[in-house]
């Protein structure tokens, strides 16, 4: 009868290097943990950031607002960088406020007291005592609501114009309206008179994920725009300038008056 033959055994392994293994993994786990308890932190705190921003901008809005009181504001505190006359500086990529929607206003100044929205010049003068107060928001929106809109706003060079307009007619004026007027009840704002720059560089910025108090479908719309959609787009926008005219209202007798 043949011999069993028993395997032989292999190396002994080295206890340190299964150390070292088991270590590297620990520290793989503990790194991913790490990273999703720091990603549900931070979408808390932005959580608690868009709640207190949106109880500031409905606190604001139910005040009384006295635009004397926003004009003295406006000049103390905002046209060093706006102009005296509020109408923005397009080399610098300053926006038009003028004849801005006022629930609009509002709720950016409430954005970035709260950091909702990232501006380091724009922390800066809300966290002054003078702005951050709702009464504050109230004053300031109203006055620059209340002005007349800037003229000859900076526009774009009309290479991609056409291609602008479609995209605005398809996608953007469901919300913006078809003359850029915005709407004050979703806090859309107008984008009539303003300057191309600017709003280029803010659909750029909305497109990278730089903003955080907008919407997560309009994040993804400018993100898929190719670069001369979107400066064509900004070039429309630029286009649409001057007051606009009051639609028809409904009286209570039921007819229809300007």
């Known amino acids: 009868m043949p011999a069993t033959r028993i395997p032989r055994a292999g190396p002994a392994p080295n206890l340190n290097i299964v150390a070292a293994m088991i270590i590297t993994i620990k520290m793989k786990h503990a790194s ?18 868009s709640d207190r921003a949106e109880e500031l901008t409905f606190t604001a809005l139910e005040l009384d607002a006295n635009t004397q009181r926003g004009e003295k504001l406006y000049r103390e505190q905002c046209a060093s960088c706006h102009g005296p006359n509020a109408y923005g500086a397009a080399q ?16 950016q100044l409430a954005d970035f007291i709260e950091r909702d929205r990232i501006a380091t010049q724009m922390h800066k003068v809300v966290s002054r005592e003078a702005v951050r107060d709702p009464q504050a928001l109230a004053d300031l929106s109203l006055y620059l609501n209340n002005l007349p809109p800037p003229k000859n706003v900076q526009i774009g060079d009309g290479k991609y114009l056409s291609l602008g307009e479609a995209s605005y007619v398809q996608f953007c004026g469901s ?28 659909m750029r910025a909305l497109a990278a994920g730089h903003r955080f108090n907008v919407e997560t479908d309009l994040t993804r719309f400018l993100n898929s725009l190719e670069q001369d959609e979107m400066q064509g787009l900004a070039d429309y926008m630029s286009r649409m300038q001057g007051p606009v005219r009051d639609r028809a209202r409904m009286n209570d007798d039921g007819t229809v008056s300007d």
């Open 92 to 107: 610098h990529d300053i926006p038009a406020l003028a004849a801005q929607r006022r629930a609009y206003i509002v709720k």
């Open 32 to 49: 991913i943990l790490a990273l999703a308890l720091a990603s549900a932190l931070n979408a808390t705190v932005s959580m608690a950031a």
């Open 175 to 202: 919300c913006h309206e078809d003359d850029g007027r915005g709407d004050d009840d979703g806090y859309v704002p107008s984008v009539r008179n303003q300057h191309y720059r600017y709003l280029l560089k803010e």
